[in-house]
């Protein structure tokens, strides 16, 4: 990952306009179909090559810092899905903006991002994205007027209130009445004072980024405090450090000590510039996971370019877990390979998910398809996620024949032969990490149909053709030889 103040307007680029209005984000959402999808059984190891486009989570985070910099930015090959797009649009509605760039990805063109003054009144449809709902409010309180938030249903039940009582405390008129979630008006002044402000992120890692990626556009720059008991996916966190400090922003991290000697994590960040940036975004690896998953439950190999051999995305804990289930997994120059048992059959797993809860659903389909019991720990908070992925996933695959029980903060999968799987509708919630894990299933259970596939447009589009590409070996990713003939 790379960035530079060199401003993308100053580069002499080609710009075309690019209308991000409601009906582009509806595109994204209905760039799969909504009908239900037979997942298709693999009826050999799965062998071949793919790719998946830019981070969701980079991607919207570099979004909201290019909207904050002192100069236009360039985003080289970001996502463009669901999730995305509402977050170009909602910064567009608060004067940003954002246009279209030709560059030399095959998703899509770049996205060049043109810094103005935050207005209001504007309106923000969230949809069922954390990272609009929880990191845009600071930015609407920089704007000069109001910024009404709404999104989807199951939006209004996601958690909401430590960011929304930390702008509180700083100063920042909220109108929600007193409910802390959806929807809310956000009344900018354009300006927040800023200073210290005590936040429990053990619900979502996102209400300390945030406040993080704002913080330098306070007048006192902000340092926060977390007060809870656990604080989740931490290398979550550790992306939105390490992308401020790509973009010169000064923050330190350490320990809040109080009066009585009780420590906790605090982020400090100083009021600064931002600078520009020219960055390339990286792939997403959570995305990647039920793709590396289907070699693993099939016996198969799969290839992915482009792997980062350092990142800060959790998704790259899917590669420790595959390991210790019986994979071999190789990561060098090339890319990511993954090579699956040769029976197919996998070993159970005791695993904390803590760091990369996105992942639980993919390893719940894997451990499903395990010789031995598994169980996953730390994943409370993703009963907070676009459903309760706990019930979610203890009810579904339960209903295929799995023992999937859910403990306080996670679950246990008993093992059963896989022969007792059966097919049947696999509900989705609306939630894309469940039609991934259902595709995964589906490769050795004959029947699975997996409810409204388009869902996977939030961070994939168009999941299904990636997915049977990869299954009848038409990925036009890039493949070098792979080392098993199947």
């Known amino acids: 990952m790379t960035s530079g103040s060199t401003s993308a307007r100053a580069a002499g680029l080609d710009m075309k306009n690019s209308d991000m209005t409601t009906t582009a984000a509806t595109s994204a959402a209905s760039a799969n179909p909504t009908s239900d999808w037979p997942a298709p059984r693999a009826d050999r190891p799965v062998v071949g090559a793919f790719s998946v486009p830019g981070s969701k989570s980079l991607t919207n985070r570099y979004l909201v810092l290019a909207a904050l910099a002192d100069d236009d930015s360039l985003l080289r090959a970001p996502l463009r899905s669901r999730d995305t797009l509402l977050m170009a649009q909602a910064l567009r509605a608060m004067g940003v903006q954002v246009e279209d760039v030709p560059g030399d990805s095959p998703e899509g063109d770049d996205w060049h991002v043109t810094p103005a003054p935050f207005r209001g009144p504007a309106q923000v449809d969230c949809g069922l994205a954390g990272t609009v709902m929880r990191f845009l409010p600071p930015v609407a309180a920089l704007a000069d007027g109001p910024v009404a938030f709404d999104g989807d249903e199951h939006a209004r039940n996601r958690p909401m209130g430590p960011v929304l009582q930390a702008l509180a405390d700083l100063g920042v008129r909220i109108d929600d009445d007193s409910r802390r979630a959806l929807p809310f008006t956000v009344h900018g002044t354009g300006a927040v004072t800023g200073g210290r402000v005590e936040v429990n992120a053990s619900t979502s890692s996102q209400f300390v980024s945030a406040l993080l990626l704002s913080g330098a556009r ?65 792939p997403d690896l959570s995305n990647a996971a039920p793709f590396l998953a289907a070699a693993a439950v099939t016996g198969g190999e799969v290839f992915m370019a482009d792997w980062p051999t350092f990142t800060t995305q959790p998704g790259d804990h899917i590669r420790g877990v595959l390991e210790r289930m019986g994979c071999k997994v190789t990561l060098d120059r090339d890319g990511l390979r993954v090579r699956g048992p040769e029976s197919g059959r996998l070993r159970g797993i005791d695993v904390d998910l803590t760091e990369a809860s996105e992942l639980t659903p993919v390893v719940v389909a894997l451990c499903a398809l395990a010789d031995g019991g598994s169980r996953i720990r730390g994943v409370a908070h993703i009963r907070g996620h676009e459903t309760d992925r706990l019930a979610a996933l203890s009810r ?76 009848d070996g038409t990925s036009a990713a890039h493949e070098p030889a792979l080392q098993r003939t199947v």
């Open 218 to 282: 306070f007048d006192e720059g902000v340092t926060i405090v977390h007060t809870g008991a656990t604080l989740p996916s931490i290398p979550h966190i550790d992306m939105t450090v390490e992308v401020l400090r790509d973009a010169g922003v000064v923050i330190e991290v350490g320990d809040d000590v109080d009066a009585d000697g009780r420590g906790s994590y605090a982020w400090s960040v100083e009021p600064s510039d931002i600078r520009a940036l020219d960055v390339m975004v990286e």
């Open 396 to 471: 579904e695959f339960t209903a295929i024949g799995a023992q999937v029980h859910e403990t306080e903060d996670g679950l246990v999968i008993t093992p059963v032969p896989r022969e007792v799987l059966h097919g049947g509708l696999f509900h989705t919630y609306d939630d894309h990490r469940m039609a991934m894990a259902a595709a995964v299933v589906g490769l050795v259970v004959d029947g699975i149909v997996v409810e409204n596939v388009g869902t996977t447009a939030k961070t994939l589009p168009h999941f299904d053709r990636r997915w049977e590409a990869l299954l």
